[in-house]
């Protein structure tokens, strides 16, 4: 069994065996239906091809998981946080990573998702080499950047936690979502093109969006630095937002450091994204939501004994 770009199979049987007792599917064909599911993570394969391994049709997958999924999902959410609660026993404050994955899908649009039907945005901390799940939500519609972001940091809150720095990516860069993490200390990735800085730069930097009051602007430290692009041999820049009173390149470290997990996850969980036909929103949520936990489970889980399955 081969998952594509993670080292150490030994501990997929392991994880495997964790997350079917995770599934909290009911009726009678519900371990087939498990498997299933799981078998197409593994091996990054449509859960379709996957069904016919466990003699159970694709529509009864499809039925189990469109009538029961949104509840199963919450539990294996649930379960997640639950095992990071346990790791992290005794931490008070947290850096925490807030990140957004895209999936392409090919066919009909995924109903009653965001407008492409594809983001779902998940918060993460490292600890101990592991990276913990603490909080998601899928994008829906009408569901802006700074509410996705709030509710993120909701569900970390409620857990407990003191976030000690936010980092997240690009994507994120609005007003709104800056007003709101204020409160917090904050690293954001900035699109160059929105700030038209391109030369070395370490100061105020104020927003100018065309979207809010002169009074709603938010004024924050921008740092810009360039690295050299090997083909063209030219300069390419980057931005940071922050509020942090550090040296420049502490403050970058600081980024690469806190983000660097989440943005390799960001890959690996496309390792274990299965394919399917499916143009359900719950049905495509569930299984991101596998992929999602289950790269969670194999940071947790690698190096330890593996536990025999044959899933």
């Known amino acids: 069994m081969v998952t594509p770009g993670l080292p150490h199979q030994n ?65 294996l959410l649930e379960r997640a946080r639950k095992i990071s609660l346990e790791i992290l026993k005794g931490v008070k404050e947290i850096d925490l990573s807030i990140d957004w994955t895209t999936k392409t899908w090919y066919g009909k ?5 965001s407008e492409k039907g594809n983001s779902w945005n ?49 994507g994120f860069y609005t007003v709104d979502v800056l007003n709101f993490i204020s409160q917090f200390k904050y690293i954001v990735a900035v699109p160059v093109g929105d700030v038209k800085v391109y030369e070395e730069f370490d100061g105020d930097y104020t927003t100018n969006s065309k979207r809010h009051r002169r009074d709603e602007q938010v004024k924050f430290r921008l740092l810009v630095y360039s690295k050299e692009e090997v083909r063209r041999k030219s300069l390419v820049y980057f931005a940071r937002a922050t509020n942090l009173d550090l040296s420049k ?43 999602l936990v289950l790269y969670s489970l194999y940071t947790i889980f690698n190096g330890r004994p593996k536990i025999i399955l044959q899933i």
């Open 11 to 75: 501990n997929i049987q392991q994880i495997g065996y964790k997350l079917l007792s995770m599934l909290n599917f009911q009726g009678e064909k519900v371990e087939k239906v498990a498997k299933t599911l799981i078998s197409a993570c593994l091996w990054n394969d449509s859960v379709e091809n996957k069904s016919r391994a466990y003699d159970v049709s694709p529509q009864t997958v499809r039925n189990y998981v469109e009538k029961q999924g949104m509840e199963v999902i919450e539990k």
């Open 109 to 113: 649009p995924v109903k009653g998702s």
């Open 122 to 170: 998940y918060a993460t901390t490292k600890y101990k080499g592991k990276v913990l799940l603490l909080a998601f939500i899928p994008q829906v519609n009408g569901m802006t950047k700074d509410d996705i972001v709030k509710v993120l940091v909701e569900q970390v809150m409620a857990m407990g936690f003191k976030i000690r720095l936010i980092t997240l990516d690009a």
């Open 249 to 291: 390149r502490e403050v970058l470290d600081l980024y690469n450091k806190v983000r660097g997990p989440i943005e390799t996850s960001y890959r690996n969980i496309k390792a274990f994204l299965p394919f399917t036909s499916s143009t359900k929103f719950v049905f495509r949520t569930l299984i991101f939501v596998l992929a």
